[in-house]
């Protein structure tokens, strides 16, 4: 009968309580998630604003060229 009377007033009938939490938690994770992805571009960006920044001779202790590492500073910070 409830549910009769919104679909007349047109409004819509609410969740139930037991969807309710799962939907919090839900977005929780999706919040969660969209923080961890903007914590991982923002460690690529610095490190690779870094990378652009040593010398030569910091380069050649990790093993790479100059010409690597700016092709690796170089890329977007969503790429990985």
């Known amino acids: 009968?409830?549910?009769r009377l919104h679909a007349t007033l047109g409004?819509?009938?609410a969740?139930?309580?037991?969807?309710?939490p799962?939907?919090?938690a839900a977005f929780a994770r999706r919040v969660r998630r969209l923080a961890a992805l903007c914590?991982?571009?923002?460690r690529r960006h610095t490190q690779r604003r870094e990378l652009g920044?040593?010398?030569d001779r910091l380069l050649?202790?990790?093993?790479?060229?100059?010409?690597q590492a700016w092709r690796e500073a170089g890329k977007p910070f969503w790429r990985a």
């Open 22 to 24: 799962s939907a919090l």
């Open 15 to 20: 969740a139930p309580p037991s969807a309710q």
């Open 53 to 55: 920044e040593l010398d």
């Open 39 to 42: 914590a991982l571009w923002q």
């Open 1 to 3: 009968m409830e549910h």
């Open 11 to 13: 409004a819509p009938p």
């Open 60 to 67: 050649r202790d990790i093993g790479i060229t100059r010409e």
